[in-house]
């Protein structure tokens, strides 16, 4: 059974703030990491997607993977009102035709 | 279109009742997912296909849940002899293809289809 953990939060963080979102996953083999952004009552929204340890960059976002410790996370700069969301986190692996599982997400509240 | 649809956008079933779900995915989509969305959960894989092929079927939580994708465009998601625990958002994905790598590609999600069970 894979399983993705995430904090369900909420993480409440002041406007330009950093805030930063943190993922675990049980499977090893895991290869493709994703985030998604939803919105109360939308679909979810890819934002960023890694593939390799380390970090990746675009914008205001940047995605850290580290596979040796089974972590991912996503940090968000100069945080803003509009961030706020629920933040899902999706791993992919090989044995599983690399369809994701998603985590139950964390809710980001970006406060004035 | 310009982008996955879905419909209808909300469903409203009596117990027992059979209910269709639909997804028209991006045009030229080879790959179709559908997830089960609970109220404060993370979406949970049901099904996948690749054109009309239906490959994945692993998360289907019982037999009364069934998927098709004939022409390998449109696909319909029935639920036979609904369950109050049935209630959910009915999630369909679309994607382009696969990499050289076997990863998939991005995919995208429709707005979903919220059905309550009463």
């Known amino acids: 059974q894979k399983e993705v953990e995430q904090n369900s939060g909420p993480l409440s963080v002041p406007e330009g703030a950093i805030a930063s979102l943190n993922c675990t996953y049980s499977d090893r083999v895991s290869q493709s990491f994703f985030w998604y952004r939803q919105y109360s009552g939308k679909s979810p929204e890819l934002i960023m997607s890694?593939?390799?340890?380390g970090d990746k960059e675009d914008g205001r976002f940047t995605a850290q993977l580290n596979k040796a410790s089974q972590y991912v996370s996503l940090l968000i700069r100069d945080s803003q009102p509009s961030d706020s969301a629920t933040y899902l986190c999706?791993?992919?692996?090989?044995?599983?035709?690399?369809?994701?599982?998603f985590g139950r997400g964390t809710s980001l509240i970006v406060h004035p | 279109g310009a982008g996955v649809s879905q419909s209808p956008r909300y469903k409203v079933a009596k117990r027992g009742q059979d209910v269709a779900l639909r997804c028209d995915p991006i045009?030229?989509?080879?790959?179709l997912f559908w997830y089960q969305q609970a109220l404060g959960q993370g979406p949970e894989f049901l099904t996948y296909f690749q054109n009309e092929a239906q490959l994945d079927k692993s998360g289907l939580p019982s037999d009364r849940f069934f998927a098709e994708r004939p022409e390998g465009s449109v696909s319909t998601l029935k639920i036979q002899r609904t369950q109050q625990e049935d209630s959910a958002v009915y999630l369909c994905?679309?994607?382009?293809?696969?990499?050289?790598?076997?990863?998939?590609?991005?995919?995208?999600f429709g707005p979903g289809t919220r059905l309550t069970v009463l």
């Open positions: 890694i593939y390799s340890n």
């Open positions: 999706a791993v992919g692996s090989p044995g599983g035709s690399y369809i994701p599982t």
């Open positions: 045009s030229g989509h080879v790959s």
């Open positions: 994905a679309s994607s382009l293809a696969r990499d050289s790598g076997g990863a998939p590609d991005t995919q995208y």
